[in-house]
């Protein structure tokens, strides 16, 4: 339970009940009418977050309260599980039996809908009978099926309210219940029955017409766009389980002189914990014993490890990439630097305005509208004596033509189809939600490690005194460094095997902490690291190779030095690579009318440098992970629309609180999780490409609701004149959803852009 402090209190609940936006903003709307109560409710990760005054006697018991009577449900949810492995494991099927349900009714009524809409449109297939079997096929449809949208409908109603799901409730039973009548009281029942549809505007009495294809092909469109929808949903938490899983699940403690392998979530404060290289450390904590290289970039942006020795901080879930390390834990739990992360994701993601679908923003209007229109026909036609046949005839046709079926298709199709699209040029769309920012955004704030550098420490430059051979070079310094397990040595072994390849095994090898390393190689005292190892030896670099190592120094790479037999030979300069397709990537990005930004944690030199080489003209550096939020956010405030594109754990709290978030699908599982559309290839190019694809997908969704709502409009009035009779309401219906399919499949078309 949230502890309630005088004063402000802040509680986070978990929403149950919700369909749409709409929802969400009538249960926002309820509890920030409570006096001291300042609440925001996001759709996509069914919470709410509620700050509200403890001395005004409110306690999270009167806003459970609030949002069950408005309708709904509402509890505190359970603390974040640590990522054990036994919790790990649990997860996915309780988050698969969350949409089992909704799969179960959508399987349902695809089964038993096809043959219903099948006899309805073929004449071919109406056998003797055949409305009798499509009203046994439909019922389950129109009952069990639909009952989520019928429960919705009846709660909007007790509280005064209309949505989509009321229009689709209504549109659904009213036709249902006319074809009952028709059936049972009509002529629809007699055997022989035929549908001729007689595209004729006149006034019939409906009794020989049944709609059953109508209102089980509305259910079953409708459930796939919401199952679509919730499927997409459920991947709003999983940026924080990612965040979660990058932390040690088990840790090696000191206790009594002997190493007892415990649970990560065992720690307590001031523990003392033993790091082997390649593992990670457990939590926040100080050195005492030992020297290393940590590899931060995932959590920090610095691209260059960070050498660490006893009275130096290190952070939770980072890399031990050198020595034996031992640890006091200062921070355990939610005090560490991951978990405050994963708080930050979590609230960026609140802080999101609820995503407000525009079918959802028409129907406040229209369902009222409609059902009005159906009751005012029908007391009109009674009125003028034209008989409860006639006049139930015209209302009905006013619902089925206003019923939301090419409405339901309008969004589905084009993203399924944009999505598909997306997938076979590796780029991922993660909902309707996300399409919108797409038009919106005008800066594109991007990160350097990773995104528009490879990542990796590479080497750049070889510069060689004179006489000397860079091919003997790369072979004595390439086998020394091959020894070391120093991430920036095995950049220079790698880099020298692909230049020169076999490197031969250096002998009486030693590794100098912060310094560098030396040995013995093809009978050569080597000497590879800082120039201070080599001033240690009474060795200075050469002129031309001083200034070498200097301006590799001042452009933020790092210069290491190399010597043997007592004499400097060559510096060698190591940095993180600019991906090759980044400069052209800029190009493309601004051509979308985007400005590119490039924020790192890096340091500043290393920032301009790279930001010159690829084109960019604004640089903010030397910024740390809850840092990078502060900038999206301030940019927000500067009116601007903001995308972000990145692929670190640093980089997943900013990609929550961007207008949009586009993560490298190369990246880390919390990022990916985080952003909104994914880059599977990992090439910046493909930024350019999902943005130009997100927003040809939101444009057929605008021109499919268009030409929905237009339809609707177009016939209400024919229908409420009694001269559209519900059989041809329900083929213009059809009609309606064979074009939005069409529309929609012209997505397929998309192409990327040249490389």
């Known amino acids: 339970m949230t502890t309630i402090t005088p004063g402000a209190a802040q509680v986070e609940l978990a929403i149950g009940g919700m369909t749409c936006a709409s929802c969400a903003a009538r249960i926002e709307k309820k509890l920030n009418r409570m006096d001291g109560v300042e609440a925001t409710v996001n759709y996509a990760t069914e919470k709410a977050k509620v700050t509200f005054d403890a001395d005004a006697d409110i306690s999270v018991a009167d806003l459970i309260a609030t949002v069950e009577a408005t309708g709904y449900t509402a509890h505190e949810p359970a ?28 399987t349902t009524a695809v089964v038993l809908t096809v043959p219903v809409i099948a006899m309805a449109m073929v004449p071919a297939l109406q056998i003797d009978f055949w409305q009798w079997l499509s009203l046994t096929l439909a019922a389950p449809v129109v009952t069990y099926a639909a009952w989520p949208f019928h429960r919705a409908a009846w709660t909007n109603a007790k509280h005064g309210a209309a949505t989509m799901d009321t229009l689709i409730s209504v549109g659904t039973i009213a036709a249902f219940l006319w074809s009952l009548w028709a059936l049972f009281f009509g002529t629809a029942g007699t055997p022989g029955m035929r549908h001729a549809f007689e ?47 990058l932390g040690a699940k ?127 026909t029908l007391g009109f036609w009674l009125g003028t004596g034209s008989g409860l046949s006639a006049a139930f005839t015209a209302a009905v046709a006013v619902l089925i033509i206003a019923c939301p079926c090419a409405l339901g298709l309008a969004t589905p199709t084009a993203l399924l189809v944009g999505t598909g699209r997306g997938a076979q040029l590796g780029i991922l769309i993660k909902g309707p939600e996300v399409l919108e920012s797409t038009r919106k955004v005008d800066t594109i704030v991007l990160d350097k490690t990773g995104t528009v550098t490879t990542g990796q420490m590479t080497l750049l430059h070889v510069h060689t005194a004179e006489g000397t051979d860079e091919t ?56 590879v690291g800082r120039g201070k190892l080599l001033a240690e030896w009474a060795m200075e670099l050469p002129p031309h190779l001083e200034r070498a190592k200097s301006d590799a120094e001042s452009a933020g790479r790092t210069a290491i030095a190399v010597a043997w037999d007592g004499e400097a030979r060559a510096v060698l300069e190591v940095a993180d690579a600019v991906k090759d397709t980044s400069a052209e ?53 500067e009116g601007r629309s903001v995308a972000m594109v990145g692929d670190g754990v640093n980089d997943a709290a900013a990609l929550a609180q961007a207008d949009l978030g586009l993560a490298m699908g ?3 599982d919390a990022a990916i999780e985080a952003g909104d559309l994914t880059l599977v290839r990992g090439d910046l190019r493909a930024a350019a490409d999902a943005i130009r694809l997100a927003r040809k997908t939101l444009g057929t969704i605008r021109s499919n609701l268009f030409w929905a709502f237009a339809y609707n409009v177009a016939a209400l009035p024919l229908a409420a004149a009694g001269l559209l009779n519900p059989m041809i309401a329900g083929a213009a219906m059809a009609f309606s959803s064979v074009f939005v399919v069409g529309n929609s499949l012209r997505l397929r078309g998309f192409r990327a852009a040249a490389n």
Request: no cysteine.
């Open 250 to 376: 088990e840790v090696t403690v000191l206790r009594g002189g002997h190493e007892v392998t415990v649970p990560t979530a065992d720690l307590q404060v001031g523990d003392r914990f033993l790091v082997r290289p390649g593992e990670k450390i457990a939590t926040d904590g100080t050195v005492v014993e030992g020297s290393s290289a940590v590899d931060a970039s995932m959590l920090t942006g610095e691209s260059v490890p960070v050498e660490v020795s006893v009275g130096d901080s290190v952070t939770g879930a980072t890399l031990n990439a050198g020595g034996r390390l031992v640890v006091e834990a200062t921070r355990v739990g939610s005090d560490t630097q991951l978990s405050r992360m994963a708080r930050l994701v979590e609230d960026a993601q609140n802080g999101k305005a609820a995503a407000q679908r525009l079918a959802d923003k028409i129907s406040a209007v229209f369902v009222p509208v409609v059902i009005a229109i159906a009751l005012a």
């Open 79 to 106: 603390p974040p599980r640590s990522s054990a492995p036994s919790g790990a494991g649990e997860e996915p099927p309780a988050e698969a039996d969350e949409l089992a349900p909704l799969r179960q009714r959508l």
């Open 585 to 637: 990537a800029i190009r493309r990005l601004r051509a979308l009318g985007l400005t590119p930004i490039l924020l790192t944690g890096d340091n500043k030199a290393v920032a301009e440098t790279v930001a010159r080489e690829v084109g960019i003209d604004e640089v903010i550096a030397e910024v740390m992970p809850q840092d990078k939020v502060d900038v999206v956010k301030r940019l927000q405030a």
């Open 666 to 668: 190369t990246g880390t």
């Open 199 to 245: 595209f004729t505007i006149a006034r019939t009495d409906g009794a020989g017409n049944i709609y059953l294809e109508a209102a089980a092909g509305v259910t079953t469109f409708i459930l796939a766009g919401r199952y679509f929808e919730a499927k997409s949903k459920r991947k709003a938490g999983a940026a924080l389980k990612a965040l979660l899983e």
């Open 472 to 527: 003997e070079v790369l072979r004595l310094a390439g086998a020394l460094e091959h020894a070391s397990e120093h991430p920036i040595a095995q950049a220079v072994a790698a880099g020298a095997a692909a230049r020169v390849g076999t490197l031969p095994a250096p002998e009486d090898f030693a590794n100098i902490p912060g310094l560098g390393v030396q040995g013995v190689v093809e009978g050569h005292a080597v000497l």
